[in-house]
């Protein structure tokens, strides 16, 4: 399975010492948000040192993630694991669009655009008409 997103979160490096073999062993987890109109967080690890200085996953990087979803029950309840085995970088800008869609920017509007043009009149024809006083735009007693 796949994710693409943007790198909003890297946890702290964690370590330590397996209890049955006694090798050390290193994680680090990430959260990644989908850049869609309504975006999705994921947290995801990646287990090894080897894997993490491979990755060298970056706080605000544009990334593919390829992962694998695993659940373990301890003492009577389910916990979701999320582990990456793949990243993809992306070139700026470059993130995973539906066919036609326009990407959504919260609290920004393209300069040109008007927030709520008139059916059938082009922004340049709307800023030609003078502004209607207040008592002919509306048929409100107050």
Known sequence: MEITGKIIVVMPAREGVSQSSGNPWKSQEYVIETQEMHPKKCCFGVFGAEKIQQFNIQLGEMLTVSIDINANEYQGRWYNKINAWQVQRLATGQGQQHPG???????QQPAEQAPYPQQGIAPQQQAQHPPQNAAQQSDLPF
């Open 101 to 107: 869609c326009q990407p959504y920017y919260p609290n």
